[in-house]
């Protein structure tokens, strides 16, 4: 009897319900080839797994049953559906448990994340998401930054990662998932803050990201401060503010209504 799968994660994608366990064999498709970097013919731990097919719109099938040890050679063995603007993949066999396969299984995950390739120095928005948690741990610690900041194994410059900073967020702006490329930034010379204590809205902190990107970009080399309604905010804590910023994205999907700002000096 057809089915779907999974409460409907997988629209297009029928299922023959099947008895049997134990190890069994798959075939790899041309796309399964090509997208999980898998050819051939594999070995992977089975129980009682589904054998699938194509019902409605498109789906890919990575892998078919090799034979008719759990009577249904030639169905989809593991599939990708689409949901929503979403992937899905569903897996008969089991590639997490002996006789494991962990590099397929990575490579399910990946192509169900829709993780594109990024760029030699390149960094992805989240990568940068997350490695402001620590720049703002260390600044709230040491009221100062780092010497270096490190990004995905490479260690980079604080004027180089407020302009990955300023580039993430205006990709959040635009909702762009672009991989952002490392440009080189001359660090500025340091001087006190002159901004109060209060809040900076969304608005304002948009257009704080605007002009730095443009100067940076046209001067190769970050200014040592930036004008708010607030005072002169330094080099040092726009950094922290775009870290606050970019932190509360990561956790909320969404960019705050407003940044509340205390000087450090």
């Not at 799968?5 to 366990?21: D, E, Q, Y």
């Not at 134990?22 to 970097?37: D, F, H, P, Y």
Request: net charge positive.
């Amino acid at each position: 009897m057809a089915s779907t799968l999974l409460g409907g994660v997988a629209p297009n994608v029928r299922c023959k319900a099947v008895s049997r366990t134990g190890n069994i064999r798959i075939t790899m498709t041309s796309s399964g080839s090509k997208l999980l970097a898998t050819s051939g013919t594999i070995t992977l731990a089975y129980y009682n797994g589904p054998a699938m097919y194509q019902y409605g719109g498109s789906i890919i099938t990575f892998a078919t049953y090799t034979d008719k040890t759990n009577g249904y050679q030639r169905y989809g063995a593991m599939v990708g559906d689409t949901y929503g603007k979403g992937r899905s993949v569903l897996a008969g066999p089991h590639a997490e448990l002996s006789p494991q396969n962990p590099f397929l299984l990575a490579k399910m995950i990946i192509w169900a994340a829709n993780i594109r390739s990024v760029p030699a120095n390149s960094f992805t928005m989240t990568q940068i998401n997350y490695v402001s948690k620590s720049v703002k741990t260390y600044f709230e610690t040491n009221h100062e930054l780092p010497n270096y900041i490190t990004v995905s194994n490479k260690q980079i410059t604080t004027s180089q990662f407020l302009l990955l900073q300023i580039s993430d967020l205006l990709n959040i702006q635009r909702g762009s998932t672009t991989p952002i490329s490392l440009k080189s930034v001359t660090n500025p010379i340091k001087v006190v803050n002159t901004y109060k204590t209060g809040n900076i809205t969304e608005r304002e902190y948009l257009s704080i990201a605007t002009r730095l990107n443009s100067y940076i970009n046209t001067y190769k080399k970050a200014p040592s401060y930036s004008t708010s309604s607030l005072g002169n905010i330094k080099f040092e804590s726009v950094i922290y503010m775009f870290s606050r910023i970019l932190i509360y994205y990561a956790t909320y999907n969404r960019l705050p209504n407003l940044i509340s700002m205390t000087n450090y000096t």
